[in-house]
């Protein structure tokens, strides 16, 4: 795979519409809608102070690489950016800082991310005092390696010419990934067991897996997990957001469970307890408890390992049994 020659990175930042904020602290340079703000680099340990950039209350980044046609959208969610959906929340206020590629120790390289340090001063060396820019889930905003090296040709390029992807992982990745799973999304692709991911009450739960020789990548997609049966009719007894995460059991290596880590959104019932077949509201730090149909039965969620089913090969690989 060729790459084209590496000329430098720019990155835009601009309001969703035209114009700029009369009280910013900001005034950057204005070349039509984007202004034009480049960074030298995204490693952290050679950042400059001249890399410090402010973006509170900008609503959209365009990242590209100079002399690359192709610019990338991305926005406060820390997902990409589409033309045609729901209007996006600005970056919010203080948000001032470096924008740096951080890897993870002992994951595949497309399990880095480009992250944002929020830090006290204008000094690189500020950036241990500061503290990654978070969503409101509380999970940091960040952009998937994994997700340029498939769909941003820009910020792709940056990321080649810095040692944070290699011509034959794009290629690699490419390849297993871009014709049968579309884009990814940073919250919901899982490279570890126990990370977290967000979840809705109110909605079925899909996630990608990627084990660490990332030869093959996985789909889990549980549309019923926060579901029960009432009268022969399927409905979600809760709303409301949180993070979770898959844990093994203590007392069974082939049982996994769900335990629900952090609640976002309160949880709310939609229907009484007793109509619910006395499912308990799920709390922080406590399994998810469910009832399947087959036994009417309330108690927590889990998974057989030893499953023969496109679920089960997703949760072997999740869990490190790279036979399955």
């Not at 990654?132 to 792709?156: K, T």
């Not at 409905?235 to 898959?246: M, N, S, V």
Request: proline share 9%; aromatic share 10%.
């Amino acid at each position: 795979m060729h790459s084209r020659a590496y000329r430098g990175t720019s990155w835009f930042f601009a309001n969703h519409r035209w114009g700029a904020r009369r009280n910013s602290t900001m005034q950057p340079e204005r070349r039509g809608r984007f202004p034009k703000l480049p960074i030298s680099t995204l490693k952290p340990e050679t950042l400059l102070p001249s890399d410090h950039r402010d973006i509170s209350h900008v609503r959209l980044v365009r990242v590209f690489v100079a002399d690359t046609s192709t610019p990338s959208y991305f926005h406060s969610g820390g997902e990409p950016w589409q033309s045609g959906s729901r209007a996006h929340t600005r970056f919010p206020d203080n948000t001032r800082g470096f924008f740096y590629c951080a890897p993870r120790p002992g994951l595949p390289p497309i399990a880095s991310s480009v992250r944002f340090r929020c830090t006290p001063t204008y000094s690189p060396s500020s950036s241990a005092e500061g503290h990654d820019l978070l969503l409101p889930n509380g999970l940091p905003w960040q952009i998937l390696v994994g997700q340029a090296a498939i769909s941003y040709p820009g910020l792709r390029a940056a990321l080649l010419h810095e040692g944070f992807l290699t011509p034959q992982t794009v290629e690699e990745w490419n390849a297993r990934l871009g014709k049968t799973h579309g884009r990814l999304s940073a919250a919901l692709t899982m490279f570890s067991l126990h990370q977290l991911f967000p979840i809705n009450f109110a909605a079925g739960l899909v996630l990608h897996v990627v084990p660490p020789d990332t030869q093959r990548i996985a789909k889990l997609w549980l549309s019923q997990i926060f579901r029960t049966v009432v009268n022969g009719k399927s409905i979600q007894p809760f709303r409301g957001t949180g993070l979770a995460q898959f844990e093994v059991s203590p007392a069974n290596p082939d049982l996994l469970h769900l335990r629900i880590v952090k609640l976002v959104e309160p949880v709310s019932r939609t229907v009484p307890q007793d109509v619910a077949g006395g499912m308990p509201l799920p709390r922080e730090g406590e399994l998810f408890h469910h009832r399947p149909r087959s036994d009417g039965v309330c108690k927590p969620w889990g998974f057989d390992l030893r499953r023969q089913s496109k679920l089960g090969v997703a949760f072997r690989m999740l869990v490190g049994r790279l036979d399955a």
